[in-house]
């Protein structure tokens, strides 16, 4: 073998492990950076008349004359949904009446985006917005977007707070999948959810990571994990604590999760400003509090992967299982007082929004088809 042979395999060995160097140190530095929460800028607020923006009428001025809640306009396909006129008029036609957000999950090119429906009309003509999302919610003309980026070989969540016109306010990112969001009804607060390990609440070795976050301060409040928890008047310390869905009273400093610990997944009341959470119910996954605050939705476990719509009533702690008899694995939004709305696969790999009476009557009925992820905005 000649010496400039050897020369030359020598060289590309050196050059091989000075990469590979170069790389590890590159992802040390990478992973130290985003071990810890990285918060973005504030851009500045936009001055166009907003969509979102509240109108002064009530809500049930503009429900369905129907109390099966079913679609008042043919379903139109991703290419037809956009309304006539011009912005100004179209924006006029969607600040008439409460509005739905979802995420339009047809099989499309539009797959994925944030759209915007009146609540009469949920399958007639919908707004389509360029915002992408996995999980959306709005409330208090300030929205809340989840997204997933792929680096190197971990997944990252992408949160980023949108004004009412759907513009980009301040961003957050975190290792993890997203999987749970949700605004205070004053956009004060944000709160979401994501999986750290494994992609199922049916898993038993999953992990999630809550955060807290304050719209106006662009910053995270906290983990969930960091609160002290409290049950029957006692300290409750342990490793294995994991939270998810977070729903928050009209007082947004209080709030509602679902906290699990030695496998049982409790209902508990969190105060903010004292960082505590107290142990309040078992057997509650991803509560969402009545706009009344009297009751709350939740998915409750009959078996494996399988979740059963119930409502609890906060004062007797009555459970009442609701009529959808699929299993349902979202975190629900209430209609009103009366109705809950809540994502199902129909069939893969179509999802629709439904609709289902509070007091376990009736059967459910597709509100919304092709969407999930729904808010209610008034």
């Known amino acids: 073998m000649s010496a400039s042979s050897i020369n030359t395999k020598k060289l590309v060995f050196l ?3 000075l990469l590979c160097v170069v790389v590890a140190v590159l992802y040390t530095l990478f992973s130290a950076r985003t071990a810890n929460l990285t918060v973005g800028n504030y851009a500045p607020a936009s001055t166009v008349q907003s969509p979102l923006a509240a109108p002064s009428v009530s809500p049930s001025d503009h429900l369905p004359a129907q109390s099966q809640y079913e679609p008042q306009a043919p379903f139109v396909s991703p290419s037809d949904n956009s309304v006539a006129g011009s912005p100004d008029a179209r924006q006029g036609q969607i600040q008439a009446k409460p509005r739905l957000v979802a995420l339009n999950v047809r099989d499309s090119a539009e797959r994925g985006t944030v759209e915007l429906s009146t609540l009469d009309a949920v399958d007639g003509r919908r707004t389509a917005t360029n915002l992408r999302c996995e999980r959306i919610h709005f409330a208090s003309s300030k929205g809340i977007c989840l997204s997933r980026e792929i680096r190197l070989f971990s997944a990252q969540t992408v949160a ?6 759907f513009q980009p306010l301040s961003s957050v990112r975190t290792d993890g999948i997203p999987t749970r969001a949700r605004i205070s009804p004053d956009g004060r607060y944000a709160a979401f959810t994501v999986f750290v390990t494994g992609h199922s609440y049916g898993d038993s070795q999953m992990s ?7 719209i106006d301060k662009g910053a995270t409040v906290a983990n969930l994990e960091e609160f002290k928890v ?3 008047g006692k300290v409750l310390d342990s490793p294995d604590f994991n939270y998810w869905g977070v729903t928050f009273q009209n007082d947004s400093n209080f709030f509602y999760a679902t906290l699990r610990t030695g496998g049982v997944n409790y209902l508990v009341h969190g105060d903010i400003k004292v960082k505590t959470v107290t142990v309040m ?3 509650v996954e991803c509560p969402s509090l009545s706009a009344d605050e009297t009751r709350i939705v939740f998915k409750k476990l009959i078996s494996r992967n399988n979740w059963r719509l119930t409502v609890l009533d906060l004062t007797t702690y009555e459970e009442t299982p609701l ?6 694995d979202d975190q629900a939004e209430w209609l009103d007082n009366d109705h809950v709305l809540y ?4 069939p893969a790999p179509w999802m629709s929004i439904m609709v289902v009476s509070a007091d376990g009557s009736g059967q459910p009925n597709v509100f919304a088809k092709g969407a999930a992820s729904p808010a209610v905005v008034r």
């Open 15 to 17: 050059l091989s492990t």
């Open 160 to 165: 980023t707070l949108v004004d009412a016109d």
């Open 208 to 214: 999630t990571a809550t955060l807290l976050w304050e």
């Open 230 to 232: 409290l049950q029957d």
């Open 281 to 283: 119910h078992k057997g």
């Open 323 to 328: 009529a959808e008899t699929k299993s349902v």
């Open 343 to 346: 994502a199902l696969v129909d």
